[in-house]
């Protein structure tokens, strides 16, 4: 059975930095390409990162890109999203998911999912 916990939200104020972690188990990630998606409240899920499995590419939303990071530690089976100069717009509950086929900034092209972890920039 897979299964993804996600950690590291919290309130914090613009600016600042947060980096999220993914622990996988019943998977492993050094074999699959790996995402990060957010909900806003009133929103639907949107596209975050990925991470192709092979490490050989990443995707970012335009509205991260530059601020934030995705990697993982294939020794720890954990996934992780590196948030800088967050803003309030970031505002929301962060789900990583595994990759299973089809268009990566898709959520139906992910199978399985986290419970996700809130994240609150305050102005």
């Known amino acids: 059975q897979v299964q993804l916990v996600e950690s590291g939200g919290g309130l914090v104020q613009a600016g600042v930095s947060l980096r999220l972690s993914c622990a996988v188990s019943?998977?492993?990630?050094?074999?699959?390409?790996m995402g990060w998606f957010r909900q806003a409240p009133g929103k639907d899920r949107e596209f975050v990162a990925a991470?192709?499995?092979?490490?050989?590419?990443?995707f970012y939303a335009d509205s991260v890109k530059g601020r934030f990071t995705i990697s993982r530690d294939n020794a720890k089976n954990t996934v992780y999203l590196q948030m800088n100069s967050l803003k309030p717009e970031d505002t929301g509950v962060y789900y990583c998911?595994?990759?299973?086929?089809?268009?990566?900034?898709?959520?139906?092209?992910?199978?399985?999912w986290g419970q996700g972890t809130q994240v609150t920039v305050s102005s």
């Open positions: 998911a595994v990759y299973h086929s089809g268009f990566i900034y898709s959520q139906n092209s992910f199978n399985y």
């Open positions: 019943g998977r492993t990630v050094s074999s699959a390409a």
């Open positions: 991470v192709s499995f092979s490490d050989t590419a990443t």
